[in-house]
C-alpha cells in the first residue's frame, strides 16, 4: 500500500486479557519500528526489525512484550496479560535504508 | 531522565504571529527530525538535518541543527492556524540502527 497500515485502530482490553497489534509497512521497506507513545508524550522505542531479525528489542518494558516480523514485513506486537500501565497509542513505522519514517495512524490501547 | 528537552510544551498564539520551539540535548546525535502530528495520526516527516549548522527551509518554517550537533529549533513565520498541531523533534545517534529518541513534544495552538 502506499502508506503505513496499523490495525485495529482502536483496542479496548480487560486487564489481564492478550493482545496482538499488527503493522503492514511500505512494501520494500527493510526497516520496521514500533513505539509506544504515552499521553501528552513523545512516542519512546520498543524494538526494531531489519527484514525478519530482531536488531534490538531494548525498549520493550517487561516480557510481557513480545514482535515478531516472520517474513521480513507484517509484524506483531503482542502483549501478555495486559495492564493499566499499557494503556497507550502504539505506533509503528517504516524506512528505506537512510531515508526517513513514515508512520502509521497508531494503535490506541485502552486497558480497563 | 529526558535524552531530549523540547520547549515549550505548549504554545498559544494568534494567527500572524512568529514562534520558535526549541530542542535540546547534552548528547550529540548523527541527525535530527522534525515531525508533525496531529490528534488520532502518527508524526508525519518535517525535515532532516545532518550537518552542524545546517539551515533549512520549508516554505514559513526554518530548521536549525546547532553547529555541535547537539541541539535544533523550529521558527514560524506568520503562524496559520492550519499549522496547530503536536511539534515533535527526534535524534538519531551513531550505531543505534535508526532508532529515534523523542522530545517530549510542543502542543501549537493558533488562534484565528
Known amino acids: 500500500g502506499a502508506g503505513v497500515s496499523q490495525s485495529p485502530r482502536y483496542k479496548v482490553a480487560k486487564r489481564g486479557q492478550d493482545v496482538a497489534l499488527r503493522c503492514d509497512p511500505i512494501?520494500?521497506?527493510?526497516?520496521l519500528f514500533w513505539y509506544q507513545q504515552a499521553l501528552g508524550q513523545g512516542p519512546e522505542f520498543l524494538t526494531y526489525?531489519?527484514?525478519?531479525?530482531?536488531?534490538?528489542k531494548s525498549g520493550l518494558p517487561s516480557d510481557r512484550f513480545f514482535a515478531e516480523r516472520p517474513e521480513g514485513s507484517v509484524s506483531t506486537l503482542k502483549i501478555q496479560r495486559t495492564q493499566q500501565e499499557d494503556s497507550a497509542v502504539y505506533l509503528c513505522?517504516?524506512?528505506?535504508?537512510?531515508?526517513?519514517?513514515?508512520f502509521g495512524s497508531g494503535t490506541r490501547l485502552t486497558v480497563v | 531522565t529526558q535524552l531530549l528537552e523540547q520547549s515549550p510544551q505548549f504554545l498559544s498564539i494568534q494567527e500572524g504571529e512568529n514562534l520558535t520551539v526549541y530542542c535540546n540535548s547534552s548528547s550529540v546525535f548523527s541527525s535530527l527530525q522534525w515531525y508533525r502530528q496531529e490528534p488520532g495520526e502518527g508524526p508525519v516527516l518535517l525535515v532532516t538535518?545532518?550537518?552542524?549548522?545546517e539551515v533549512k527551509k520549508l516554505k514559513r518554517l526554518t530548521f536549525q541543527f546547532g553547529d555541535a550537533r547537539k541541539d535544533s529549533s523550529l521558527h514560524i513565520t506568520a503562524a496559520q492556524t492550519g499549522d496547530t498541531g503536536l511539534y515533535l523533534c527526534?535524534?538519531?545517534?551513531?550505531?543505534?540502527?535508526?532508532?529515534?529518541?523523542f522530545g517530549q513534544g510542543t502542543e501549537l495552538s493558533v488562534k484565528p
Open positions: 513505522a517504516s524506512s528505506l535504508e537512510g531515508y526517513g519514517y513514515t
Open positions: 512494501s520494500g521497506h527493510v526497516s
Open positions: 527526534a535524534g538519531e545517534r551513531d550505531n543505534q540502527g535508526g532508532k529515534l529518541i
Open positions: 538535518v545532518v550537518t552542524g549548522g
Open positions: 526489525f531489519q527484514n525478519e531479525a530482531q536488531l534490538d
